[in-house]
């Protein structure tokens, strides 16, 4: 018996589900790359693409590559061999961005935070300070890790690098958070920042995204690692090809401009809104499971927590009956639990192109699964989402049709 004919969606951190309007906007033939429409389409998307990061001084790169192509775009334009790096270890991912640099030739401090807590941006503070000789070149860290679904305060590491006096560049994976959450490049004190676009941007994998500061890019003058596809100062040349140092991928674009179009109609503050209710209904929902004893939030402190995907660890039962269930049975495919928590958890995403009747459907499935594998639960999950959202979601104020006014009036005049 199976219930999953139908649309099946994703609830997984990446690929997102992609809104139809972007794939429409992709379903057309290829143009010409060095005149014409594609010009003006590349140079929007690079202004679009600073508002979203939150920066004016800086410029924006747009990569044929995935996530992993933009952490090697970043590390790449600003260092050179022998250069040391700091990085904030909080889940998984800022760990591989350093393991990236230290096959490149950098040289690589971590600072563990571990995979259920943020990073301390005292700890930081102390650490450049005792980097008396200005060793440190650069601090990278992520905003959101993907796999324990640990959020990252930007602007409080910002501040404890402005604090510590230390001119090491910050450089941040916002990978699983723009287009999610706020983030303020130039109020924070990022150096660079990067992006794919496979997540809260809507858009299918292929595109990374780069936004470089000022700062970075006066180091990046002097970078020795600098090679040719991945270099700024040759994507900033006269040619359109030379932006993408060669032929554009045309169509991630046009599926990007439509992407970036919905988010600004949608209003980014109403985006980041959707996000933080979604995934606060979601976070009810396995707070209420997990008085069974065997789930357990990945992240110990609510308040880091992020808002575009939570982790959940999972004891007695293997996860991948969980999701076995959700996606063979019912058509909703979750996250399985990467890093420390391979086979030990799973993820629920709530990013992207995602409303409230698929988080809440995702939810269901869910909670029907953990019946179903008789896995021991807390009763109401999906009960505490909906009253959730119910209490904190208002109506919407009436409004009265022209027809039913008239008979209103009809009705009074008798």
């Known amino acids: 018996m199976t219930l999953r004919n139908g649309r099946e969606f994703l609830a997984i951190p990446g690929p997102t589900n992609v809104p139809d309007a972007v794939l429409n906007a992709m379903h057309r033939p290829a143009v010409e790359i060095y005149t014409g429409p594609l010009l003006e389409l590349t140079r929007s998307l690079l202004e679009d693409l600073k508002h979203l990061f939150g920066t004016r001084a800086g410029k924006t790169y747009i990569y044929a590559a995935n996530g992993h192509g933009a952490w090697e775009a970043a590390l790449t334009n600003v260092f050179s061999r022998g250069d040391k790096v700091l990085v904030l270890g909080s889940g998984r991912f800022p760990t591989l961005w350093g393991d990236m640099g230290a096959f490149m030739g ?43 679904s640990v959020v990252n305060d930007v602007a409080a590491v910002g501040r404890a690098v402005a604090a510590a006096g230390h001119p090491a560049l910050l450089m941040v994976d916002a990978i699983a958070s723009l287009a999610t959450m706020p983030f303020e490049m130039d109020a924070w004190g990022v150096d660079v920042a990067i992006t794919g676009s496979q997540k809260g941007l809507m858009t299918p994998p292929g595109l990374g995204l780069v936004a470089a500061g000022p700062r970075a890019k006066e180091v990046h003058r002097t970078a020795g690692l600098r090679t040719p596809y991945w270099d700024w100062t040759k994507r900033e040349g006269p040619l359109h090809y030379e932006k993408y140092c060669g032929t554009p991928p045309e169509h991630l674009l046009f599926g990007l401009r439509q992407a970036v179009d919905l988010l600004f109609e949608e209003g980014l503050e109403a985006v980041y809104r959707r996000h933080a209710l979604l995934a606060e209904a979601t976070r009810r929902a396995v707070a209420v499971w997990a008085e069974g004893g065997a789930l357990e939030f990945n992240v110990l402190e609510p308040r880091s927590r992020s808002n575009s995907v939570t982790t959940v660890r999972v004891e007695g039962t293997e996860p991948q009956r969980l999701r076995d269930y959700c996606s063979q049975v019912c058509g909703v495919m979750l996250g399985e639990g990467i890093g420390e928590l391979n086979g030990k958890g799973l993820r629920i995403a709530h990013m992207g192109h995602v409303n409230a009747a698929m988080t809440l459907g995702t939810l269901g499935v869910l909670e029907t699964a953990l019946g179903a594998l008789g896995v021991p639960h807390g009763k109401g999950g999906v009960q505490a989402a909906v009253d959730f959202l119910a209490a904190t979601v208002p109506a919407p104020v009436a409004t009265v049709e022209p027809h039913v006014e008239m008979t209103r009036r009809a009705a009074v005049a008798e």
């Open 106 to 148: 950098i040289e690589v401090e971590e600072l563990p935070f571990g995979f259920r807590h943020p990073v301390d941006p005292a700890a930081v503070e102390a650490r450049l300070k005792a980097d008396r000789a200005g060793d440190i070149k650069a601090v990278l860290m992520v905003q959101v890790d993907t796999a324990s």
